[in-house]
């Protein structure tokens, strides 16, 4: 089944409806650099209909009025959509962004299945419990927050769309979404699929646009809560706009996670979950991504070794080839930004162990897997998010608490690993790195629990009870009947 990929509508207030302008985006392929479609970009104009829209839908119903496991059986046939076109959503996700198949492919059933899980938990959870107060019992009640504005980035696209759409519609609220103008595509195929479920009118509106388009949605009075994931200057500006008129937001931003090696560390172990879920993780454009990896000076180079072996493991090329670990980063614009930073770390006296350049080939925007040694926390590899195929080994001197404050040690607190030959011991280190998931000789993002950071990395949590909480207000009831729900 193919896809789309010229789309020349809006999908607002449960119909697809003509743009106010002429404007187009033009979705680029990283590997091939040719046009690969095209979407409507939103003017003014457009969000003012579809903040519209989704303020009637959920200011007169039906939808934040129906039951949660009516909304639920609702979102049940869109993952149901979803799910059948599974392997094609993965393959048009992988040519907007550059995603490896390899990765994409193997679970084409994750957006359908991130669905229904959160639908579950709803019905599981509730929207209303009793709790005895020092006045007596009263009845707590989760009620939908409102008017969403969903903008999300383009690196995970339609899975990062999931993780606010899903909660959101569970729990009754309505949404207007602002995809990134790079991956827009697999936006639209949600709303093929709410389309075909029959969702009430209103309750999702689909208006790509770029950064004029998102600041204009966020300011807009019409809307009571903003979700974003994005950078953190994008972050920033969206929690002054939300301060200024205390609406509610979530940002999932950035971050510069540290694998933590201790000195009774295996190499080969922090290579192996360190190389696939820092570096190559998404081509290094992951939030959470273990980019930084501290060991103790005195063994670096037995993991400087182990790294590299492993980086030599790595297959980078096209992303539509199963066999491909590293693809194209998204755009010319994102690869100028990590070459500028590789240049920085050279400069800087960092020790290039691997990579650095271009890899041969005709065209796609390659940056070659590259691993840093002997680089100090204060250079910028180290500083920044490079949202690359880049790694820094990051010697440390002294015992746990050194290599602790040196992961601490940073403007973000995302994600994170320690790693040690005594689990306990490796434990007792990760409770002290301030950061929003931690493992222990392991390292995963987990759909099913709650994701999102400490300090620049965020405010709020997606995912499990907690995401779902996130798209609530909590209202005491006193005095309220017995049976009342």
């Known amino acids: ?14 119909a697809w409806r003509a743009p106010a302008t002429s404007a187009r985006i033009e979705v680029v392929s990283p590997f091939t650099e040719d046009r690969m479609g095209g979407v409507p970009g939103a003017s003014p104009a457009d969000m003012d209909v579809a903040i519209a829209a989704a303020r009637k839908a959920f200011d007169r119903g039906p939808w934040p009025f129906m039951s949660i496991a009516e909304r639920a059986e ?44 959160v639908a579950a938990l709803a019905v599981e959870t509730g929207d209303t419990h009793r709790r005895q107060g020092l006045l007596g019992e009263a009845l707590i009640r989760h009620e939908p927050v409102g008017v969403v504005a ?37 936006a639209f195929v949600l709303a093929d699929a709410c389309d075909a479920a029959g969702l009430p009118p209103g309750v999702f509106n689909l208006v790509p646009g770029g950064r004029e388009a998102g600041e204009y949605l966020v300011s807009h009075p019409g809307v009571d809560k903003v979700a974003f994931t994005g950078s ?55 939030c959470a991504a273990l980019t930084r990896i501290l060991v103790p000076r005195a063994r670096q180079a037995e993991f400087v070794a182990a790294i590299e072996a492993e980086m030599a493991k790595l297959v980078v090329g096209d992303p539509a080839d199963p066999a491909t670990h590293v693809g194209p980063v998204v755009a010319a614009r994102q690869r100028r930004r990590i070459e500028g930073l590789i240049a920085s770390g050279r400069e800087e006296g960092a020790r290039l162990v691997r990579g ?65 030959a005594d689990p ?20 995963a993002i987990d759909p099913g629990l709650p994701f999102g950071g400490y300090k620049a ?8 009870v907690e995401g779902l909480r996130a798209f609530t207000e909590t209202k005491v009831v006193l005095g309220a009947p017995a049976g009342a729900a």
């Open 1 to 14: 089944m193919t896809l789309p990929r010229e789309r020349d509508h809006f999908f607002i207030g449960g």
């Open 74 to 117: 609702l979102l049940g046939r869109i993952a149901a959509y979803l799910r059948d076109r599974g392997p094609d959503i993965a393959r048009l996700v992988s040519d907007e962004m550059g995603g490896p198949m390899g990765r994409l492919g193997r679970a084409p059933g994750a957006p359908a299945d991130m669905i229904d899980r």
């Open 150 to 186: 969903a903008i999300t980035p383009w690196n995970g696209p339609l899975t990062l769309l999931l993780m606010k759409f899903a909660p959101a519609l569970a729990m009754g609220c309505t949404i207007v979404a602002k995809p990134s103008p790079e991956a827009p595509l697999d």
């Open 232 to 286: 953190t200057a994008a972050g920033r500006r969206i929690a002054e706009i939300c301060g200024r008129d205390l609406r509610r937001c979530a940002l999932e931003l950035g971050g510069k996670s540290a694998a933590v090696a201790l000195d009774d560390a295996d190499p080969a172990l922090v290579a192996a979950v360190a190389v696939p879920f820092g570096l190559a993780f998404n081509n290094g454009q992951a």
């Open 356 to 420: 650095g350049d271009r890899p041969a080939f005709a065209k796609g925007w390659f940056v070659a897997p590259t691993l840093f040694a002997d680089v100090d926390n204060a250079m910028a590899v180290a500083r920044e998010e490079i949202f690359g195929p880049v790694g820094v080994v990051i010697p440390y001197d002294g015992g746990d608490e050194a290599a602790v404050a040196i992961a601490n040690d940073t403007p973000y607190g995302l994600a994170g690993a320690v790693f040690s």
């Open 424 to 443: 306990a011991r490796a434990y007792e280190a990760a409770k002290r790195v301030r950061a929003g998931t931690m493992g222990v000789n392991t390292f």
């Open 457 to 464: 990395s965020g405010i709020g949590r997606e995912n499990g």
